[in-house]
């Protein structure tokens, strides 16, 4: 089953990177805001079908407000983020600075999981850190907004991940799912009035695209971890490394240069360092980075993992 799992993992990131390729092509015309919006309206009825068959009891008011409020707006910041990165960036260098959300994770946690992390965790983290400090290379390239965008998405990404796993098992996953998609309808809704491009069929159709392989993504991803081990899942998000190098010369005349690669190289090192020593128990209790189910990125996709998620929350 883990090699079952492997490869389905493997597809799920093929399948989010295509899904990146289509968000890139559309950034060069639309504002990111209306690709999430439009994005999270074509995700809305395969996620509302998971949230009305949500057996719970109980009412929708948040055990935890604030902590559910600071997710929702993790989860709403993420995708816009991520996809301005895209459009200012090329791939591979916005996969390596993402490639940092497990050193963030780690980071997190102490304070806010109180977890415990060892040297050599810290280590790997500060390593990998500095491999982001390599592929941004602030004095010796012209940093934009989309560096600081793409550094916004990891840690929103991560701040979530966190978040999930701090109060998870309290909330419900329908508070969990309802919260940051109001948030973003509402968000994005207000955007669009100020950014709305009028918009062609075959554009409309690569919102569809973005909506659907996103979803189709987080079901494989949140499956592969159901049958196999996180510690042998977790590592093939680092595969999109590859498809960047590959979508981005065929679609962008993309070439990574030697420190994007050499950078990418050591945060992800340090990923699966950090990935191995949660597995083999170490220090860690709460296995934050082993516990991400999802890539924060897709509009749908935290929403459609919680829906699936069961055995981290007894709620549930």
């Not at 809305?44 to 929702?72: C, E, K, Y």
């Not at 301005?84 to 780690?106: E, G, N």
């Not at 965790?121 to 850190?129: D, I, K, P, Q, Y």
Request: aromatic letters at 10%; one cysteine or more.
């Amino acid at each position: 089953m883990n090699f079952k799992a492997t490869l389905l993992a493997l597809l799920a990131f093929a399948l989010f990177s295509t899904h990146d390729v289509v968000a890139k092509l559309l950034g060069a015309t639309y504002s990111p805001f209306q690709i999430v919006f439009f994005a999270s309206l074509f995700s809305f009825p395969l996620v509302t079908i998971m949230l009305v068959r949500d057996p719970t009891q109980g009412n929708l008011r948040p055990v935890h407000p604030w902590w559910v409020a600071l997710r929702s707006l993790c989860v709403v910041v993420a995708p816009v983020a991520g996809f301005y990165a895209f459009t200012r960036l090329p791939l591979a260098q916005v996969y390596a600075i993402l490639f940092s959300s497990p050193l963030l994770i780690t980071l997190i946690s102490i304070p806010i999981l109180k977890e415990k992390v060892g040297l050599w965790r810290m280590l790997a983290v500060v390593l990998g850190l500095g491999g982001v400090l390599i592929v941004v290379r602030p004095g010796a390239t012209e940093l934009n907004l989309g560096h600081a965008a793409a550094i916004i998405t990891a840690l929103s990404t991560a701040f979530q991940s966190v978040i999930v796993r701090k109060i998870g098992r309290e909330e419900r996953r329908v508070v969990l799912m309802l919260y940051p998609l109001l948030g973003s309808v509402a968000l994005m809704s207000v955007a669009l009035t100020f950014v709305y491009q009028p918009m062609q069929l075959i554009d409309l159709g690569g919102m569809a695209f973005v909506s659907l392989f996103g979803f189709c993504a987080t079901l494989l991803l949140v499956y592969a971890y159901t049958i196999g081990e996180a510690a042998l899942v977790a590592p093939m998000q680092y595969s999109q490394i590859i498809w960047a190098v590959i979508f981005g010369m065929l679609f962008f005349g993309e070439s990574p240069d030697l420190p994007t690669m050499l950078g990418a190289a050591i945060i992800v090192a340090s990923g699966l360092f950090i990935i191995a020593r949660e597995a083999v128990g170490g220090t860690s209790e709460q296995t934050p980075v082993l516990r991400t189910r999802s890539r924060g990125i897709s509009p749908s996709s935290m929403r459609v993992s919680l829906a699936l998620k069961r055995s981290d929350n007894p709620r549930s």
